[in-house]
Nanobody, 120 residues
Framework: QVQVVESGGGLVQAGGFLRLSCAASGSIFSINAMGWYRQAPGKQRELVAAINSGGSTNYADSVKGRFTISRDNAKNTVYLQMNSLKPEDTAVYYC??????????????WGQGTQVTVSS
């Protein structure tokens, strides 16, 4: 059993910042990639940023230069520092973890989501 729990969402004014956290716990052998996705009302879920176990990152073009993803492997935790927030960043943000239960058994796990609202 694995749990993935996000925290840190909220309401902020345009130009402000928020820091999201996501912690994975339970039956974990190792974690490969961890990522943040978001889904705005009426839109499809989209990748915001991802980081692999070696620390390589990739970002959506819309957040490059404003968001930073990082992880603490010892804590099975990934973070998303969001600066210079815009109203169009408003969405539910989800964390995904690519978790190995053994050398050969892996599954993707999603958190429950955390709301980020940016007011203009």
């Amino acid at each position: 059993q694995v749990q993935v729990v996000e925290s840190g969402g909220g309401l902020v004014q345009a130009g402000g910042f928020l820091r999201l956290s996501c912690a994975a716990s339970g039956s974990i052998f190792s974690i490969n990639a961890m990522g943040w996705y978001r889904q705005a009302p009426g839109k499809q879920r989209e990748l915001v940023a991802a980081i692999n176990s070696g620390g390589s990152t990739n970002y959506a073009d819309s957040v490059k230069g404003r968001f930073t993803i990082s992880r603490d492997n010892a804590k099975n935790t990934v973070y998303l520092q969001m600066n210079s927030l815009k109203p169009e960043d408003t969405a539910v943000y989800y964390c995904k973890a690519d978790i190995y239960h053994s050398y050969w058994r892996r599954m993707d796990y999603w958190g429950q989501g955390t709301q980020v609202t940016v007011s203009s």
